[in-house]
């Protein structure tokens, strides 16, 4: 009996050990078991696994920005709608030189009162009637616009019986005006919509600057043809060369960088040298007329001063003067620009009158070329 019951408790004893061993195979295949009592089981991933389910932080930082960047560029059209539907609605404010865009920045003595950018024709053209820095340099020449328009329609409808041969002298003065009118309607229209964007300001400055070439070339058409009356071929040779020169400077003013800041002296250079260039012929009818009838008959008195108005306001201009020694005090009112407005009309003016008293002389001698007693 005891032996039996010996072999059977082996038999048993065998019998546990091989269901124990079977149970830690099972569970080795499940998986470590908790080391603390009450901490759920959690099978390990593989790196397969873990790479598809668990994103790096890199690939988080590009899902974020992929998610922020639509959001920010909705923000910015929404920033943009609102301040382009403020302009619209005339409820922009000027802003200090400092905080304009750089193709804004063009005279860094003005401190205050400039335009923001305004990408509205509308509301670029309200602002003809508000406030700013451009507000002097917009009327100045819009006035003068109107003025030169009447002029020009005024003399256009004069009988002919006031001229020797009327087509020519019309076709002449007609030249000078439509130069004129030209010339400040794009600088009145220039100064209206630069703030548009940079394109409209490129587009304009440049008709703008073609404008005040093509002034100086008209200028000189009815002075050459009253003054070289009788001198048909100097008139022709020198009419020749001012055409030349003026589309010149036409083409120089294209460049795009002809507008900047830093190439404010070589537009005064060039616009000056197209202007003294009359000196030659000057010179020419001062020598072979005599000194007293140039200053009389010539009317080289008021020829004179018009050069004088155009070098002055030329040179204002270009230096600045006065708000570069009163930096702020002249933002809105008498800055270089203004004054070289006001003085660029006053010569035109004056040389309306010069050249008028040039046709009535020659119309006084019936077309002859010479006549003492008037002297």
């Known amino acids: 009996m005891s032996s039996h019951r010996g072999s059977v408790g082996a038999q048993g004893s065998e019998a546990s050990t091989s269901n124990m061993e079977t149970d830690s195979v099972e569970l080795a295949e499940l998986g470590p078991l908790p080391e603390e009592k009450g901490e759920p089981v959690i099978a390990k991933p593989n790196?397969?696994?873990?790479?598809?389910?668990?994103?790096?932080?890199?690939?988080?930082?590009?899902?974020?920005?992929?998610?922020t960047l639509p959001l920010q560029a909705?923000?910015?059209?929404?920033?943009?709608?609102?301040?382009?539907?403020?302009?619209?609605?005339?409820?922009?404010?000027?802003?200090?030189?400092?905080?304009?865009?750089?193709?804004?920045?063009?005279?860094?003595?003005?401190?205050h009162g400039h335009r923001p950018p305004m990408p509205s024709f509308r509301a670029c053209f309200k602002s003809i009637f508000r406030i700013h820095t451009e507000t002097g340099n917009i009327w100045t020449h819009l006035l003068g616009f109107v003025l030169?328009?009447?002029?020009?329609?005024?003399?256009?409808?004069?009988p002919n019986a006031y001229f020797i041969i009327p087509l020519q002298e019309k076709v002449v003065f007609g030249m000078f005006f439509l130069s004129a009118v030209l010339c400040l309607s794009f600088s009145w229209l220039f100064h209206t919509v630069y703030c548009h964007s940079e394109k409209v300001s490129q587009t304009f400055s440049k008709l703008d600057y073609s404008g005040i070439a093509l002034?100086?070339?008209g200028?000189?058409?009815?002075?050459?043809?009253?003054?070289?009356?009788?001198?048909?071929?100097?008139?022709?040779?020198?009419?020749?060369i001012i055409c030349v020169l003026g589309i010149s400077a036409i083409i120089?003013?294209?460049?795009?960088?002809?507008?900047?800041?830093?190439?404010?002296p070589t537009r005064a250079a060039v616009f000056l040298g197209l202007g003294l260039s009359g000196v030659v012929p000057t010179m020419?009818?001062?020598?072979?007329?005599?000194?007293?009838?140039?200053?009389?008959?010539?009317?080289?008195?008021?020829?004179?001063?018009?050069?004088?108005l155009y070098i002055t306001g030329t040179g204002l201009y270009a230096a600045r003067i006065p708000e570069r020694f009163f930096p702020g005090k002249f933002d809105i009112w008498f800055q270089s620009h203004q004054i070289f407005h006001v003085l660029v009309v006053a010569a035109a003016f004056v040389h309306f009158y010069g050249v008028s008293n040039l046709q009535e002389f020659r119309y006084g001698l019936k077309g002859g070329c010479t006549d003492d007693s008037l002297l």
């Open 252 to 264: 120089v003013a294209q460049w795009d960088q002809f507008a900047t800041p830093e190439h404010r």
């Open 284 to 308: 020419h009818f001062t020598i072979t007329e005599g000194f007293v009838k140039a200053t009389t008959v010539g009317q080289m008195g008021w020829i004179f001063l018009m050069a004088v």
């Open 219 to 240: 200028s000189f058409v009815p002075w050459l043809y009253y003054s070289f009356y009788c001198s048909p071929q100097p008139r022709l040779i020198y009419l020749s």
């Open 47 to 67: 790196e397969a696994e873990e790479k598809q389910t668990c994103p790096g932080p890199q690939e988080e930082e590009e899902e974020e920005q992929v998610l």
């Open 215 to 217: 002034l100086i070339m």
């Open 74 to 111: 909705h923000h910015a059209m929404e920033k943009m709608e609102e301040f382009v539907h403020k302009v619209w609605e005339g409820r922009w404010k000027v802003i200090p030189y400092e905080v304009l865009p750089e193709w804004l920045k063009d005279n860094d003595y003005l401190l």
């Open 148 to 158: 030169f328009l009447f002029l020009g329609i005024l003399t256009m409808l004069r």
